[in-house]
């Protein structure tokens, strides 16, 4: 049995799936290995969704668990670029999981979450209204929409991933129970882990506080620097009988809500993921979703960020994923025990005007050993291994 815990970084192109191999002892103190495993998904529009590198990825995971089941799978958000992977391979690739445990973020639970929390449902609601509205204009409309544009319908199509999510709940993996986790959760009886401390940093139960202001249901422009390109005026035309004066008069007017509704209702499916830190043999390790400013934001105020030997860089690399003020906290200047850090970036460029943000990504590489997925063939991985020796160095390679 191995003696290294391992991180296996799957490149998904626009996405996450990353494989945990963990040394553990049983119930019985013998010695084990346990796998766990953190989503699987990319976008479904443009060059960072194509659904041919799931086979692959789906293949070496089922190669690597050896027909045992994973003994724990985190669904982290409900969005698609996390969630599409276990349903696509169930339905088109006859790759199926089962597993021990299975956690997803609270909000996915629904309408009883919601029943529970009618303040998170109005605004759930508003922005379900929101999505719906800037999706009919679109399909009307003869222009031809930005591909970022396109990325953020996909990645919270409603219907979309509620199939997904659904397949993880109640279809996929065996049929395992889900625990619907938030930062307050008890997790003790739900988890594989004896050795290995974990810690849920986030979600907050009550989603609301993640939802911002909606903006009048208009058109795109662009509010940060994580926002997709917002529709170009140029293309439109007015219809037949109405004046052109009158008409791109709207259309300026409509250019400034449709991209900030679509990244008001993303960050708040962004900040809903489950944040876990795990602590294995004096090795620390962050796995914070696509957790935004907000997310991190409660995560600084209601739990001890602590420095870190590995982070997975939240939302594919975005400004708003990496804030500094908590970079600062989990990535200090100096490592503060004088071992090596590292840390994982899951991106493609095109899905986001921009995405990956370069100076976030060099924030961190002045702190860390930093691997990036877009330097792997499709379907490859980085495997980031930890020594049980905590005076070892812990290592960084390509697959396979």
Known sequence: MTKKLRIRIYNVLFGDAILLTIPEIDNTNREVTVNVLFDVGNALAGEGGRDVVFKPVLENIRDELGGKPLDLYVMTHEH????????????????????????????????????????????????????????????????????G????????????????????????????????VHRTADVEAHHPFRRTKVRILAPEEDTSIYYGALPPRTLGAVFDGAAPMSLDGGV????????????????????????????????AANNSSVAVELEWNGWRLLFPGDAEEKSWEMMDRTSELKPVHFLKISHHGSKNGSPQHQIDKVLPAKAPDGRARFAVVSTREGAYSGVPDTDSLELVANRAHLDDTRSLSEGGWFDVTFPASGTAAPQSRPGP
């Not at 919601?114 to 009919?136: D, G, I, M, T």
């Not at 919270?156 to 199939?163: G, I, L, W």
């Not at 219809?239 to 008001?264: C, E, K, Q, Y």
């Open 236 to 267: 439109l035309t007015p219809p037949a009988g109405v004046s052109a004066g009158h008409f791109f008069d709207l259309i300026d007017f409509r250019s400034t809500g449709m991209t900030a509704n679509l990244r008001t209702i993303d960050k």
């Open 149 to 180: 544009i396109q990325t953020l319908l996909a990645i919270n199509n409603p219907q979309s991933s509620k199939d997904c999510v659904e397949h993880i709940s109640e279809r996929g993996l065996d049929g395992v129970k889900p625990l619907y």
């Open 80 to 147: 698609m670029d996390h969630v599409q992977g276990l349903l696509h391979g169930a339905k088109k690739l006859g790759i199926e999981f089962k597993a021990r445990h299975l956690w997803m973020t609270a909000s996915s639970a629904g309408p009883a979450y919601y029943n529970r929390f009618p303040k998170a449902k109005q605004k759930h609601l508003a922005a379900l209204a929101a999505y719906e509205s800037v999706a009919s204009f679109l399909a009307k409309s003869a222009a031809p929409v930005p591909l």
